[in-house]
């Protein structure tokens, strides 16, 4: 039987252990707290020299780059509908592909991309391979590989205008609800732009 010494430093021990994991948990918010600030400080900047007469894809590209930041992920692409083809088309993209993949076209009932679109919900896959919607032909045109990724509709007046999509967090672990909400924040914002622009 343990001696009340044993067991006392047993516990302080264990104690000791918890007490680590904690402030690393602290510290890792603490860290990501500040990586908000600063993404949301930047897009701040963007929105208040935004003009009508501005390139809308000026301040697209500063929110698609913010929601990289917030996320703390490689790439992402904002996509666009063409009602005219009835098709998606990436209009920016950030990360892998950067400068083959803006202009890509391809059906917008397919993908996660177009049943954000056609649902008008978000989505967050943590194993795309594993969900029936994956479109895996744009991987395999771009040379890339789509681990997991959140995607959140562009709507602004009922009507919706595209999706924003973020791939591969840098910690290779999932999107969560919190990256969906923030994502869904950003979006509302960028389609707010695009139809104050086309008005």
């Known amino acids: 039987m343990p001696t009340a010494e044993a067991r006392l430093l047993r516990f302080l021990q264990q104690e000791n252990a918890r007490l680590k994991d904690e402030k690393q948990l602290l510290t890792d918010e603490v860290q990501a707290l500040r990586r ?19 390139d809308i894809l000026a301040l697209l590209d500063r929110t698609l780059d913010c929601a990289l930041e917030l996320l703390d992920a490689t790439d992402g692409s904002l996509i666009l509908i063409d009602e005219e083809t009835d098709e998606l088309v990436f209009v920016l993209v950030h ?11 391809f059906d917008r009932r397919k993908g996660i991309a177009g ?6 919900q978000p989505a967050i896959v943590g194993n795309v ?19 997991s990724l959140v995607a959140v509709p562009l709507a602004a007046r009922g009507r919706v205008l595209g999706v924003i999509e973020v791939l591969n967090k840098r910690s290779g672990e999932g999107f969560t609800e919190d990256d969906a909400s923030l994502l869904s924040i950003l979006a509302a914002l960028s389609a707010s732009a695009l139809d104050y622009a086309a008005s």
């Open 36 to 54: 908000y600030v600063r993404a949301l400080q930047g897009l701040q900047e963007t929105v208040q020299r935004f003009t009508p007469e501005q």
């Open 115 to 120: 049943w954000v679109a056609e649902n008008v």
């Open 129 to 147: 391979r594993a969900d029936a919607r994956f479109l895996p032909e744009i991987d395999e045109r771009f040379d890339f590989v789509t681990r």
């Open 95 to 105: 990360g892998v592909g950067r400068e083959t993949m803006v202009g890509h076209r």
